[in-house]
């Protein structure tokens, strides 16, 4: 899923949150609530479908990543935070965020998977139409993407928090090289080279850049007179 998009629009990123928060059914609760968290914390969806609600009750979200086994430490922004004490309030802290409608055999609640979250971010993906490709790896990287061009986090900051390798696997994860190649590629000057306006007619076919008017009249005239010579010089 590396190869989905950012957000990379603070306006488009609030029309989607604030039409997502008008959703008042269980559903579209449900995916609001997914989404600001994924936005807003930087999680992978593997560590955000099973948190609970006692895990966002301060003002940090700790947790032992499942990819990497390293302990995570998200901070709860204030936006999150009003969120949290509006949708959890009055739900049990052992209560699932993001609870499943089918439960285990013995009739304990399950969360929903990954691959269930992922069918929210298709149906976001419908919703908003979004045609670059977007998935749930779309939230964490419009996390960092937000917090390097729109807040200025350092990258280095960012490579830390993610657990990369190295600030050019967070420089490409959140799709900063693209922004860069695109500015580069428009930096090129070809001096005074100035390009034809679309829909300029040109008269007739070009020949190395001159203009030939011929018509097919003129074309089937030439070819039967030159077909007569070669037939009359084989005869002689």
């Known amino acids: 899923m590396n190869n989905v998009k950012p957000i990379k629009s603070a306006s488009k990123l609030n029309e989607m949150l604030s039409a997502l928060q008008d959703d008042k059914s269980w559903h579209g609760r449900r995916i609001f609530l997914l989404f ?12 955000i479908v099973g948190l609970k ?8 979200i700790e947790l ?5 086994g390293k302990r995570q430490k998200a901070p709860i922004n204030k936006k999150l935070r009003a969120i949290y004490d509006v949708r ?3 739900l049990p802290g052992d209560a699932f965020l993001f609870p499943s409608r089918k439960h285990y055999g013995d009739g ?13 971010m298709n149906a976001i993906a419908q919703k908003f139409n979004i045609t670059e490709p977007f998935g749930c790896h779309s939230m964490r990287k419009t996390y960092g993407y937000m917090m390097y061009k729109r807040h200025g986090v350092a990258l280095e900051a960012l490579r830390q928090y993610f657990n990369h390798a190295t600030e050019d696997v967070t420089r490409r994860y959140i799709c900063i090289d693209e922004d860069e190649r695109i500015e580069v590629a428009n930096r090129f000057d070809a001096g005074g080279f100035v390009p034809e306006k679309p829909g300029k007619k040109t008269a007739g076919r070009r020949r190395n850049s001159v203009p030939v008017e011929t018509s097919f009249q003129d ?3 030439n070819g039967r007179k030159y077909a007569q010579a070669r037939n009359n010089s084989r005869h002689k």
Request: aromatic share 6%; charged share 25%; no cysteine.
């Open 53 to 60: 609600v006692e895990n966002v009750q301060g003002n940090f």
């Open 88 to 90: 959890l309030e009055g």
């Open 36 to 47: 600001a968290t994924g936005v807003f914390t930087g999680l992978r969806i593997s560590d």
């Open 108 to 120: 304990q609640p399950r969360h929903i998977t990954p691959r269930m979250a992922n069918y929210d």
């Open 64 to 68: 032992i990543e499942q990819k990497t």
């Open 219 to 221: 074309r089937t005239e």
